[in-house]
C-alpha cells in the first residue's frame, strides 16, 4: 500500500504564492503517476496536475496552467506544486493521489488508488 502524506496549505493573500509537499512512502515509485486534486464545498474533486515520476512528465488542468507547476524529487519520494497568482477561486483543500495508470488530459480521481488525508488552501481577497 501507498501512503501519502500533504503539507504547505495554509492561508494566503490573492496574488501570493504557496508551494505544497507530497511525500509517499513507497518503494520503486518511479514507476508511478502522483495526481494532484483540489475539493471546494459543493463542488466535485478537480485534477489540476500529474506528473510520471519514470520521466517526470506533466500535465495541467486549464484552470491552473501557467499559474501552477507540478515537480518531484525521486531521491525524496515527494512531489510539490508551486503555486503562484493564486486567487480566491483557488480556495479548496488539496489532495495528492497516486496510481499505476495513466497522466494523460484532466487526471480522473477514479484512476487513483491512493490518496493523501488532504491540506487546507485558503486565498482572500
Known amino acids: 500500500e501507498v501512503q501519502l502524506v500533504e503539507s504547505g496549505g495554509g492561508l494566503v493573500q490573492a496574488g501570493g504564492s504557496l508551494r505544497l509537499s507530497c511525500a509517499f512512502s513507497?518503494?520503486?515509485?518511479?514507476?508511478?503517476?502522483i495526481g494532484w486534486f483540489r475539493q471546494a464545498p459543493g463542488k466535485e474533486r478537480e485534477g489540476i496536475s500529474c506528473?510520471?515520476?519514470?520521466?517526470?512528465?506533466?500535465l495541467y488542468a486549464y484552470s491552473v496552467e501557467g499559474r501552477f507547476t507540478i515537480s518531484s524529487d525521486n531521491a525524496k519520494n515527494t512531489v510539490y506544486l508551486q503555486m503562484n497568482s493564486l486567487n480566491p477561486e483557488d480556495t479548496a483543500v488539496y489532495y495528492c493521489a497516486a496510481t499505476d495508470s495513466f497522466c494523460s488530459g484532466l487526471p480522473l480521481a477514479y484512476e487513483y488508488d491512493y490518496w493523501g488525508q488532504g491540506t487546507q488552501v485558503t486565498v482572500s481577497s
Open positions: 513507497t518503494f520503486n515509485s518511479d514507476n508511478y503517476v
Open positions: 506528473i510520471r515520476e519514470r520521466d517526470r512528465r506533466t
